[in-house]
């Protein structure tokens, strides 16, 4: 059967995705937070909304280190009865600034989260059009399940911790610059006790923080393993009954989520270690601090307010380290998944348009060529899957390709598309290589009818459309009552506004292909590809899709890959291959005289030769 909608002819491509292993390697060698830095073009988007967040911060910030001063003052000076209306202004100063403080606050959460949702959303989108740019090299080896991870789970990963971590992690460093500052400037003395706990505290965050990242990479490595079977099993799960295997599915995804459970707990373990630590450094520091200081004030070197601002600077600034241990922690979580994201992001195209790309002509008069083309997969150790294909396929002109399978039959249609490029040799359309074309514009001008039809979670409108997404309702009635689709569609209870549900599971084999052939009719391209296109209708209605194919194809360049020789009879030239090479080439009664492979197949299909 051929499979040009799936998979390559024998030997296909590499099951790996070596780029992003070697990449993640390279990365991981890079500073702690180092793939955060892949996500500032995207904030650069929004600087006055940056801008005014960052202000907002400041703001907050300065209205929490006004407040210990404050409150010096008021316990210095308002609860001497000659100075008691003072009181009544610092609590009136101090109402002032809770207000700045929870104004600044709101602001600076509002916006800081509004560019976390937008930064990570235009990530989303951005990394979504660049995997469906990539060629089909790069979907040889990947897996769906492991890229919708990506998106998903890692993209959720960096929302949470890039939008309030961040912010967090900036008001804590300001916080604890601001304190220490205001430390010293109470006293110097004490302030040096305080400062001396930094680098025990600081020298460990850094190192923690890496094992944080490391293993916060294996956890999110691990998960998407399991989605990525996850994913698999679902989208087979008919498959999956039959052979009566969900004991062994469920046994095997159960194992790979304990997998990733583990790398989280040890991920959790590191964090809380860190925290824990962290806390202790830190209190024990206050202590000794609040312990000098009360014998300070006893001795009459220190008064009780100093004492106050002193300790309320110094819980801010220590409350602030403690703090962004923790949210470092979130940061690295981040950093793992805009890693993923960014193995993603930097994954580039073989297949691209040329700097000067050549325009298609807007012509039905299309001739193909094959020039001496060669072709192999990338898989190691891969035979040749095409040698030496010399072809010309003439405007107008029907040509079958026909051979067991593996001869290379589907090869020659991928190579077309150019979902690869040829190893050597050159194919050409109208006497152009097809390398000097765009791609995209290149399969506009073209129509595939695919064995295997892909028919998406939507209405058979859309799923039809699908080739054509500005045709109106009549173009699309049009086309199905060519392929022979309308009238098992008008019997559908919401018709053409019918859900076909996930990979099209409530039509049969043969309406996906009418469907198929339907989004072909609807494209109107001047190049038909047809693999097996009736090879799923029964009788009758392939008789009659037949006929629609039959006109539809005058006047276009034909290409049709058959196996059932009965739907090719009328092919202009049948071409045998064999091995990747061509073997035969004729019309229908040439190859039976010449009683070659063509003529051993018709015998097998015929029960005796055509004459």
């Not at 006293?187 to 400062?195: D, F, N, Q, R």
């Not at 859309?462 to 022979?484: L, M």
């Not at 037949?546 to 890959?561: G, H, K, P, S, Y």
């Not at 229908?588 to 051993?600: F, I, R, T």
């Amino acid at each position: 059967m051929s499979d040009v909608s799936t998979s390559p002819d024998r030997n296909g491509p590499a099951t790996t995705a070596e780029p992003l292993v070697n990449e993640a390697e390279n990365r991981r060698k890079r500073a702690n937070l180092a793939p955060l830095a892949r996500l500032l073009p995207f904030l650069k988007r929004y600087k006055l909304k940056v801008l005014a967040a960052i202000a907002a911060l400041f703001a907050a910030a300065g209205a929490t280190l006004v407040l210990p001063s404050a409150i010096r003052q008021m316990i210095d000076q308002g609860f001497d009865s000659d100075n008691s209306q003072l009181i009544q202004s610092y609590f009136l100063v101090l109402i002032a600034v809770v207000a700045a403080l929870s104004v600044a606050s709101a602001l600076r959460y509002f916006l800081v989260m509004w560019i976390g949702e937008r930064v990570v959303a235009d990530l989303r989108r951005a990394a979504f059009d660049h995997i469906v740019g990539l060629d089909a090299s790069f979907y040889d080896g990947a897996r769906s399940g492991e890229i919708l991870s990506r998106l998903t789970a890692d993209t959720t990963q960096i929302k949470s911790a890039f939008g309030a971590s961040a912010s967090i992690a900036m008001r804590n460093l300001i916080m604890s610059f601001g304190a220490t500052v205001m430390m010293v400037i109470t006293s110097p003395h004490l302030s040096l006790i305080v400062l001396a706990a930094i680098p025990v505290i600081l020298v460990p965050l850094l190192t923690f923080a890496r094992g944080v990242r490391k293993r916060s990479r294996m956890a999110q490595d691990t998960l998407a393993n399991a989605i990525a079977y996850a994913s698999e099993i679902l989208s087979n799960i008919r498959s999956l009954q039959a052979f009566t295997h969900e004991r062994h599915a469920s046994e095997r995804f159960g194992s790979a989520v304990e997998e990733s459970f583990s790398a989280a707990r040890r991920m959790t373990a590191a964090r809380a270690i860190l925290t824990a630590f962290a806390i202790f450094v830190i209190g024990c520091s206050v202590v000794i601090v609040l312990w000098i200081g009360a014998n300070r004030v006893m001795a009459g070197t220190m008064t009780g307010g100093e004492l106050s601002q002193f300790l309320l600077y110094s819980v801010l600034a220590a409350g602030s380290l403690a703090g962004l241990s923790e949210v470092w922690g979130e940061l690295s979580l981040a950093a793992g998944a805009a890693e993923r994201l960014s193995e993603l992001l930097d994954i580039e195209p073989s297949i691209t348009a040329p700097q000067n790309a050549q325009s298609v002509l807007h012509s039905n008069a299309v001739e193909l060529g094959f020039e001496n083309v060669s072709f192999a997969y990338e898989a190691a150790n891969a035979l040749p899957a095409l040698t030496d294909i010399s072809l010309k396929v003439r405007p107008g002109e029907t040509v079958a390709l026909v051979g067991p399978s593996g001869a290379g039959k589907s090869t020659l249609f991928h190579l077309l598309l150019r979902y690869y490029d040829p190893t050597s040799g050159a194919l050409t359309l109208n006497g152009t290589d097809l390398r000097q074309l765009d791609p995209r514009e290149l399969r506009t001008h073209m129509a595939l009818v695919p064995q295997e039809t892909a028919i998406f979670a939507a209405t058979i409108a859309d799923n039809i459309a699908f080739s054509k997404p500005e045709a109106s309702r009549e173009e699309i009635i049009v086309a199905a009552k060519a392929a022979s689709a309308h009238d098992f569609i008008s019997a559908m209870t919401e018709g053409y506004d019918t859900l076909v549900g996930e990979r099209g599971i409530t039509l049969s084999g043969g309406q996906k292909q009418r469907l198929a052939i339907a989004r072909a009719i609807l494209k109107d391209a001047p190049i038909l590809l047809l693999d097996e296109a009736t090879s799923a209708l029964d009788a009758e209605s392939e008789r009659a899709v037949q006929d629609a194919l039959d006109e539809l194809m005058q006047d276009r360049t034909t290409l049709v890959i058959a196996h059932r020789l009965a739907t090719v009879l009328k092919a202009d030239r049948i071409i045998v291959l064999e091995s990747g090479r061509i073997l035969e080439e004729g019309t229908h009664q040439q190859l039976l005289a010449k009683g070659g492979l063509y003529a051993n197949l018709a015998r097998l299909q015929f029960d005796q030769p055509l004459a």
